[in-house]
């Protein structure tokens, strides 16, 4: 029996029944760019299903709210409604009203790109992209690249990472030995903070498929028994797998939110340093 983590994770082909493509899978071609072989993994494909649907739905949507119709109907209206909870309830909290503005695209591109690869997730046979720690490692080292760059450009590059140390009236002597203490311990939980980023993300997202293939991996081991513990078996692991994707829909929703919270609460702390 295959190891149910690999449903999970990153492979060179969509795996399906055999029922519908023969041989159970749809093997993803090599694109030969002259120096370099690209080899088409599932994750990558369904990261540009992804985007695709992220333009399908907020190009009209910015085209409605350009013109000053306000969007009607309940599928733009629902997106309207995260927009203004991302704007309202994330960022001008953690970064300040006065300087969320510019970077609301950004969070909400990132609040809206892990919830669809979150989403993905739910549709059999597919993936999803943020149960790879190589995905949220990216998102994380964008994450920093911004954080630090509108620290820098608000402080200035030295008073920035100076600023990392929390100010505290010293005597020299304690000076000279704890100031450059501090600041390499802050340091580096700076850049701890934002590889947690990324191992949350990534751990949530893909415990949660290694349990769902796990109980329905039951039905396979039990396919040889008896007909009557087969089908007890078979009962326990679709009811169980239910409940576990319930909580993954919430779980996409959640881990979402939390990753966009903390890039809002790490843009805002390096703009308003203390």
């Not at 911004?146 to 100076?162: C, E, L, N, Q, T």
């Not at 498929?209 to 991996?217: E, K, P």
Request: proline letters at 6%; charged letters at 10%; a positive charge.
């Amino acid at each position: 029996m295959a190891d149910p983590a690999s449903h999970a994770q990153d492979a060179t082909a969509f795996h399906v029944p055999e029922l519908l493509v023969p041989g159970g899978a749809i093997e993803l071609p090599i694109i030969p760019l002259g120096f370099y072989d690209l080899q088409l993994t599932k994750y990558m494909v369904i990261e540009v299903m992804v985007a695709v649907s992220l333009v399908a739905v907020f190009l009209p949507l910015a085209g409605m709210i350009k013109t000053g119709r306000p969007p009607k109907g309940r599928f733009w209206n629902l997106f309207e409604v995260f927009l203004i909870f991302v704007r309202d309830e994330i960022a001008r909290p953690m970064i300040g009203k006065k300087d969320a503005g510019p970077y609301l695209p950004f969070l909400w591109t990132l609040f809206f790109f892990v919830l669809f690869c979150n989403l993905f997730g739910m549709i059999p046979w597919l993936g999803s992209p943020t149960g790879s720690i190589g995905t949220t490692a990216l998102l994380a080292v964008i994450t920093f690249g911004v954080v630090v760059f509108s620290g820098m450009r608000h402080h200035g590059p030295v008073k920035f990472w100076i600023g990392l140390v929390p100010h505290m009236k010293l005597p020299l002597i304690l000076a000279i030995f704890l100031k450059p203490l501090l600041f390499c311990i802050e340091v580096f939980a700076f850049f701890v903070k934002h590889c947690v980023l990324a191992i949350r993300l990534w751990a949530n997202l893909f415990a949660g498929h290694v349990v769902l293939a796990v109980f329905l991996s039951f039905i396979a081991a039990s396919a040889g028994s008896a007909t009557w513990l087969w089908g007890t078996v078979t009962v326990l692991s679709i009811i169980m797998s239910l409940g576990i994707s319930l909580l993954e829909l919430l779980v996409a929703f959640l881990q979402a939110y939390i990753f966009t919270f903390l890039a809002a609460l790490y843009i805002g702390g390096a703009i308003h340093q203390h």
